[in-house]
């Protein structure tokens, strides 16, 4: 005690920040990606609002021409909804690679982890290469109308936090390799495992609003 | 942890790293010139490389290399020459992180305030710092278009011009003052009254911080593109906006980076709020301070997001010929205003609530009485909060809008009173029969409750779909909206700026100054908007350049006072600036006031406290015999409770 209050005289004095209490169960850095998801999500909102006013409220849709607008995508186009359902399924089994590899740490086996996340990577490319070269062949450009425009900005944006996602796991791949992480610490693989879940999710939801419905 | 070694007892910036390196390596303003250039050329051939393996021409586009290159990767790569990137990259590559050393906490000397800097109280006046010249240059330009709306007919500068001037006045003020400079007190304040040694997370918040100069100098340098600066309201709608010469996209990707700075910085708060409360720090212990800005990065995380997608939407409309809201294309143009204002309403009560905040620590400890109806001020934020987020459309009544959205809209508009009214009543309250001293602080925070009221009050007024469809557009809406962020949000930030000046720098300001510069704003704010009602309900439109010549001699009495109203800001600078350097050395608790902040040093220690506070009671126990708030290690027990 009387140390604390010399050093309160000296003020400036070096000495390190007193540890923080903890007034909450749930730890800092995990609170902070479920915040971050929280606003990511109403990112995505945003998008299914574009959505919504193109396809549900746009007094137009039907009016102008509605041979054109009646169908979703318009007549001559057609979304490739095969291709991105077999895209679903690699991006859904990721999800458990990285569970995979995350439970594999917390349980010391660190040849589990290495594979998990470089299995998650690879599947997540695979996603993101087909992702581009439907793009490329699905007939129709940004400035075909207003679908497209809903089409190429909610798979764009997904596609984008995919990017994230990989980049995030790359790091923490790098680190696994590195000898990094350990059954006690391991928010490295934590952190961005979440994100991917959540960008799982997110195309489930994209791909049965934009593809399905 | 291990223990920290020093080399000296000097500065520690040195600390850690073996050698110094060079000035264009280090950290620091040339090395972010350099990177900037860097990312600015990478972001060229970005642009240049795509287009030409595509095809498309021209395939050097200016458009969207300046999108690229130098609104999006020429600032990440600024960000990365001053270093805020520097201990993540290490991180990243699996390279051993310098072991903390702390050498970018804390400023010793000025010129600390220029580097990135993890401290919560160094970011806390860098916000401020930046954002009051941003304000500054705000207000020069709002004096620049009232000289020229001095008299009808035009004066000096052509409409585009006028036009350009009204929006970066609006786009500075709202993004770049009032809502960064309320992250700024609350950045200082909020760590040190819950009794936590930094934000949650201090190099993130260094990171947002400096986002923000990236977004003022990007609408700043809109004036400098071909065909001038982004003339289309801060609240640039499409699809005029797509239409816009260049300058328009420097709006769309300010507000990008702006956003993003307001997000990270909420995130910041709700985490350290959540997990970094003292010991005893219960929710209905904590000051509302920490309320308000709770409820306002609830606000921020949740609606900001929309505002980015609105101006992504705009951007892509614009280079990708995208057709979001452009109605050959089957766009639907009113999506733009649904998905503006969906952020945009909320942002209004982010520009409001740590305001609220701020006056009810000052209304408490100048009335030396407890708050009136503590927990029914916490509750009003969360009604304000819930009730924020149902009104947004109630700003499209005259847009073409569906026709049964606008009573739901006008009732829950109506509604938002009630909080709102909660919360001006219970600061009545609280003045009933305390002993009110009339400090510089407490002038403003009573000055901001009349003001406030007059601006709800017209608000109110608003709200109802005919005096709307009577007032749109006019100055009306003009005055109305000074009245809540002016007489409202900026009074509160002078308010909160005299009130923790002691805190922050150790020095008392003028008093006789502060409360000249109180006067001299308060006449000179109602002189130069209190007309507007009259002349916007008369008719006079809003955002034009010209008037009809019966509104002359009102008119000239609003651009004469707007003057007056920006000299007061000079008496303000002065004493700010003056005290700062050479003021009487101030008390650590001038106020006398219980929350955490003013039980340590001023200004605090470098890690706040020596060793974590333990919470015994409520913040607010004025004039309760025997009332603690906390009890600190080492410091005999405060006498102010028995006043």
Known sequence: ?213 | MSVVEHTSHGPAHGAGAPHRRNIFMRPGFVRGAWCFALFFVIGYYLVFGIRTLAGWDPHEDWNIIVLVGGLTLGPIGFLLGIGAFDYWLYWISGRPTIPDDHANHGATKWQDYFKVNTDHKVIGVQYLATTFVFFTLGGLMAMLFRAELAQPGMQFMDTQTYNGLVSMHAALMIFVFIIPAFAGLANFAVPLMLGAPDMAFPRLNALSFWFLPIAGTMFLCSFLAPGGAFATGWTSYAPLASEQPIGQVFFNMGVQWAGASSILTALNFLVTIITMRAPGMTFWRMPLLVWANFTTSLLVVIATPFIAGSQFFVMFDRVMHTSFFVPEGGGYVLGYQHIFWFYSHPAVYIMILPGFGIISEIISVMSRKPIFGYRLMAMSLLGILVLGFSVWAHHMFVAGMADWLRVPMMISTLLIAVPTGVKVFSWLATLWEGRIHLNTPMLFALGFISMFLIGGLSGVYLASVPITIHASDTYFIVAHIHYVLFGGSVLTIFAGIYYWFPKMTGRMYNESLGKLHFWLTFVSFNLTFFPMHWVGLVGMPRRVADYSDRFADLNLIVSISSFALGASVVVFFYNIIVSWARGPIAESNPWRAMTLEWQVTSPPPVFNFDEIPQVVGGPYEYGVPGARHAILAGTPAPSEAAV
Not at chain 1, 37 to 48: H, N, P, V
Not at chain 1, 58 to 65: L, R, V
Not at chain 1, 93 to 110: C, D, E, G, P
Not at chain 1, 129 to 143: D, K, M, P, R
Request: glycine residues 8%.
């Open chain 1, 1 to 213: 005690m009387t140390a604390h209050a010399e050093a309160a005289v000296h003020g400036h004095d070096h000495h390190g920040p007193p540890i923080a209490n903890k007034s909450s169960r749930i730890e800092a850095v995990v609170l902070g990606m479920f915040m971050f998801i929280g606003t990511e999500a109403m990112l995505f909102g945003s998008f299914f609002a574009a959505y919504f006013f193109v396809r549900v409220v746009n007094p137009d849709a039907s009016t102008i021409t509605p041979e054109k607008w009646a169908v979703w995508p318009p007549a001559p186009f057609e979304f490739p909804v095969f291709v991105a359902g077999i895209n679903t399924c690699i991006l859904v089994t990721s999800s458990f690679t990285m569970h995979w590899a995350l439970q594999s740490i917390k349980r010391n086996n660190r040849r589990g982890l290495q594979a998990g996340l470089v299995l998650t990577i690879l599947m997540g490319t695979a996603f993101l290469l087909t992702q581009f070269i439907e793009y490329a062949h699905v007939g129709f450009n940004t400035s075909d109308g207003a679908f497209a425009s809903v089409f190429f900005g909610l798979t764009g944006l997904h596609g984008a936090h995919v990017l994230v996602g990989l980049i995030l796991l790359t790091i923490a791949a790098l680190r696994a390799f590195r000898g990094h992480y350990s059954p006690e610490h391991h928010h490295g693989v934590e952190l961005p495992g979440i994100y991917w879940h959540f960008v799982d999710v997110m195309w489930i939801v994209v791909y049965v609003t934009v593809y399905l419905l």
